[in-house]
């Protein structure tokens, strides 16, 4: 393997690390990647732009919704060297129609929370959290991306954002571009079986 797949190789994992240890830390350092066009949203009959979907009819979200879970998904899952964000993959759109087909308590979570999300925005910031500086909207996903740290007053939004957070990285390595990240290995045809590799036996202790 060369130096450049290597170097890939590794950034894929630590962005895999990174995400997995995202429910213990907060999203300092993390920003959307940039600026969605997010007025889409309030097109003629909610058709909207959802990367990888193309275009996309709102199925349950109003536009307003769409665009707050536009922006959380990109500060969940932002683009890196390796891969696209969670826009980019589509992700919006799946939880959208998830939620539309679920209708059950994930779509009073997720509306829930974003009208808590923001309320919370207004305190702080007199403006709604997507109207928010890049800045500010961190700070708001701080008091929600640490439950340990958290204030009692904001169990509200640290529920909200465990259940956005389970939404967006499904949607994302459900995505082409979510396996693609990982990277997923099945489907591939193999010269022959050899077993589990000795490596692994070991740290497996077996």
């Given at each position: ?99 539309n087909f ?11 929370g974003l ?92």
């Amino acid at each position: 393997m060369d130096a450049a797949k290597d170097q890939g190789k590794g950034l894929r994992f630590q962005r895999r690390a990174v995400l997995k240890m995202m429910a213990a830390m907060p999203l300092a350092g993390l920003a959307p990647a940039r600026a969605l066009a997010l007025d889409d949203a309030e097109a003629a009959g909610g058709i909207v732009r959802s990367g990888a979907a193309g275009l996309w009819k709102l199925q349950i979200l109003t536009p307003h919704e769409w665009k707050s879970v536009c922006v959380l998904s990109d500060w969940i899952v932002p683009a890196d060297e390796v891969s696209a964000s969670a826009t980019d993959a589509g992700v919006p759109a799946f939880i959208d129609d998830w939620l539309n087909f679920q209708r059950g308590y994930e779509l009073t979570g997720v509306r829930e929370g974003l009208v808590w999300l923001d309320d919370e925005s207004k305190k702080s910031f007199g403006r709604d959290f997507v109207s928010c500086t890049t800045e500010q909207q961190q700070k708001m996903l701080d008091r929600m991306a640490w439950p340990e740290k958290a204030q009692a007053s904001d169990a509200e939004g640290v529920g909200f954002f465990n259940l956005m957070r389970d939404l967006v990285l499904s949607g994302f390595y459900t995505s082409e571009t979510g396996r693609r990240d990982l990277p997923y290995l099945g489907n591939q045809p193999q010269n022959g079986w050899h077993g589990c590799p000795q490596k692994a036996l070991e740290q497996l202790g077996v």
